[in-house]
């Protein structure tokens, strides 16, 4: 257990988070660098710039209430670009029946966190569970296909729901939580020591190869939500890392919900 603690200890800037106001965000600019800027912790729209120089669209909001975000959401989702493992572009659409289909979409924070690995082993588990009820799960994370395959493999963990988001264009839509103080110093990370046990048995074929070749991709939080077709019912935001929404309360929205 020793040993596992010193790995875990020495990996934590991959995987820890305090309010955005309080803390300054970094965001990767033209240069390739990390530029520092403060910003507020109310809905906003923002133009930030990826590793390659283009401008992106970003939408922040201080809720993780599906009631917060415009009902079009489904429809601005719909149309953002992710991979397959394989490295297959398609849209998010594509990823399940926008008519009627009841989908539980995970965003991990990025596929060489290991609280991720936890998360994406725990969803593993439920898969079968969350099948029998007719209900799609999917899980998207920070990262290029190659990254997203070796969690797969090493996890493992299903190809045919894992899918790469390496511009995190579906994290700004969402308005999901971003910056060192998300990353590294939010009290809600604290969770994740009381799943030390499950942790370490997510980590067993763990390599850091899996982190982004873009570290601006390592300070990116996560979330979990729940659609039918393009219906919002659910939104949950990462506040820290490895505060992920318990399974089983994920499981209660989608049963209550008829599946088509």
């Given amino acids: 257990m020793q040993k596992s603690m010193t790995a875990i200890s020495s990996k934590k800037f991959l995987c820890y988070s305090t309010p955005k106001s309080q803390f300054p965000t970094v965001t990767s600019s033209p240069s390739r660098f990390l530029s520092i800027r403060k910003v507020?912790?109310?809905p906003t729209k923002q133009i930030t710039f990826n590793s390659n120089?283009?401008?992106r669209f970003m939408v922040r909001t201080s809720s993780s209430s599906a009631a917060e975000f415009t009902a079009n959401i489904g429809d601005v989702l719909s149309d953002v670009n992710v991979f397959t493992a394989a490295g297959q572009p398609l849209f998010f659409k594509d990823l399940w029946d926008q008519k009627e289909e009841v989908?539980?979409?995970?965003?991990?924070?990025?596929?060489?966190?290991?609280?991720?690995w936890e998360l994406a082993s725990a969803l593993?588990?439920?898969k079968p569970k969350f099948d029998?009820?007719?209900?799609k799960l999917i899980a998207v994370g920070v990262g290029t296909p190659d990254k997203a395959r070796i969690l797969a493999e090493r996890l493992p963990f299903p190809l045919g729901s894992l899918y790469a988001d390496p511009e995190r264009k579906a994290y700004d839509v969402l308005g999901l939580y971003y910056g060192l103080g998300r990353t590294f110093f939010?009290?809600?990370?604290?969770?994740?020591?009381?799943?030390?046990?499950?942790?370490?048995?997510?980590?067993?074929n763990y390599t850091i190869k899996a982190t982004p070749d873009d570290k601006s991709g390592v300070l990116q939080q996560g979330g979990m939500f729940?659609?039918?077709?393009?219906?919002?019912?659910?939104?949950?935001?990462?506040k820290g890392?490895?505060?992920?929404?318990?399974?089983?309360?994920?499981?209660?929205?989608?049963?209550?919900?008829?599946?088509?």
């Fill in 103 to 116: 989908a539980v979409v995970v965003l991990l924070r990025h596929f060489g966190c290991f609280c991720c």
């Fill in 241 to 260: 890392t490895g505060d992920h929404a318990p399974l089983d309360d994920i499981f209660d929205v989608c049963r209550k919900t008829p599946v088509a």
């Fill in 186 to 204: 939010n009290p809600a990370s604290a969770k994740v020591f009381s799943r030390l046990d499950k942790v370490k048995k997510a980590m067993e």
């Fill in 53 to 55: 120089g283009n401008s």
């Fill in 40 to 42: 507020n912790n109310k």
């Fill in 226 to 238: 729940v659609f039918k077709g393009k219906q919002l019912l659910y939104a949950r935001k990462d």
């Fill in 132 to 135: 029998s009820a007719g209900v």
């Fill in 124 to 126: 593993k588990e439920a």
